[in-house]
């Protein structure tokens, strides 16, 4: 049961432009919303996060936008650098049992060409 | 403001073997959460750690265990290990309530 789907493995994009993640959960629980960046050999880094009562939350060239009728989440990246090229994992949080929990999806790998 | 850390970085075992990977949470966290993750797959809930106890727990056997120390570092401990528990295992810090959690650079698993 995949609460939360990264339905791209993969995205290309050129440097300069936009690059547009996407998300999808299944849980209505979830209240918490998390992007995370992975470079091979090193943990997740956190990126941005955003809140079940917000819609959009901005840091710098990241924006992720929730839309909770949708249960989907984005990540906006703008303008995209060589440097962006990484694994990207979005992850969902809720209390289950007691624990604060992060239930990830499977990635999705974006290339960002020069 | 000293960050996640794992040890060891790397480690091979033989299938039946116990072993157990160790973690220091970042400073002014208190709460420790330990993940699996596989290749190709992202990172999937183990248990998490507050006041030395576990308070959660995801889908995995009772020979994956753990402890937290009153300084809210942690292990992981997994016995009669098995081939497909080859895999990455990240530990997370977090402030217990807060939702973002950082994590270590991890633990590369290999049993043989």
């Known amino acids: 049961d995949q609460q939360v789907k990264q339905n791209s493995p993969s995205l290309s994009v050129q440097e300069g432009r936009i690059s547009i993640l996407n998300c999808d959960y299944t849980?209505?629980?979830?209240?918490?919303f998390l992007w995370y960046k992975k470079y091979p050999a090193e943990g997740p880094t956190f990126l941005i996060s955003i809140s079940s009562i917000k819609d959009k939350n901005e840091d710098g060239r990241f924006t992720v936008f929730l839309n909770k009728s949708a249960k989907h989440l984005s990540l906006h990246i703008v303008p995209s650098q060589p440097g962006d090229s990484a694994v990207y994992f979005c992850a969902a949080s809720a209390v289950f049992q007691g624990a604060q929990k992060l239930v990830f999806g499977q990635g999705t790998r974006l290339t960002i060409n020069p | 403001e000293t960050g996640v850390t794992q040890s060891p970085t790397h480690l091979i075992k033989t299938r039946g073997q116990q072993v157990t990977l160790r973690c220091s949470s970042q400073?002014?966290?208190?709460?420790v959460s330990w993940y699996q993750q596989a290749l190709g797959q992202g990172p999937q809930f183990i248990f998490q750690?507050?006041?030395?106890?576990?308070?959660g727990r995801g889908n995995f056997p009772p020979r994956f265990s753990g402890l937290q120390f009153p300084n809210y570092s942690s292990e992981l401990n997994v016995n009669a290990l098995e081939l497909d528990d080859s895999a990455l295992y990240l530990c997370?810090?977090?402030?217990?309530?807060?939702?973002?959690?950082?994590f270590g650079q991890g633990t590369r698993l290999t049993v043989v």
């Open positions: 400073s002014g966290h208190n709460t």
């Open positions: 849980n209505s629980m979830f209240d918490y």
């Open positions: 997370a810090s977090s402030r217990q309530g807060l939702g973002e959690a950082f």
């Open positions: 750690y507050y006041r030395e106890e576990e308070n």
